[in-house]
């Protein structure tokens, strides 16, 4: 059973930092890619990063290159977003998501391919 359990949000100033966790579970990190969405208040949930643990190869949203970065521990199975620089337009929950449906590989475009596995969610606020 895949399970992703998601934590580290809350809230920072704008210009500081958070790192999330997502902790995995019931499948194999090699064997598919996984990633962050994120979903604002009254706005569609949008892709933010991915990474295939096997290729090597990561990607990011336009709006958050340069400032946010995606990693894996596959000794602990868990996998984290660096979020520096932080702004206002940020804050939304963030979503862990597994492409156990899809394949090792990130989806050139985040939000077309829609992942299989997903976690419950963690707030990250922005604001002074």
């Known amino acids: 059973q895949v399970q992703l359990v998601e934590s580290g ?15 995995t579970s019931g499948f194999i990190l090699d064997y598919y890619a996984i990633g962050w969405f994120r979903q604002a208040p009254g706005k569609e949930r949008e892709g933010v990063s991915c990474i295939s643990s096997s290729a090597g190869i990561t990607e990011y949203a336009d709006f958050v290159k340069g400032r946010f970065t995606i990693s ?29 449906g899809w394949g090792y590989l990130c989806p050139q475009d985040l939000n077309e391919i829609e992942p299989a596995s997903w976690g419950q969610g963690t707030q990250v606020t922005v604001s002074s």
């Open 72 to 100: 894996v521990d596959k000794a602990k199975k868990t996998m984290y977003l660096q979020m520096n620089s932080l702004k206002p337009e940020d804050t939304a929950v963030y979503y862990c998501a597994a492409y156990t």
């Open 9 to 23: 949000g809350g809230l920072v100033q704008p210009g500081g930092s958070l790192r999330l966790s997502c902790a």
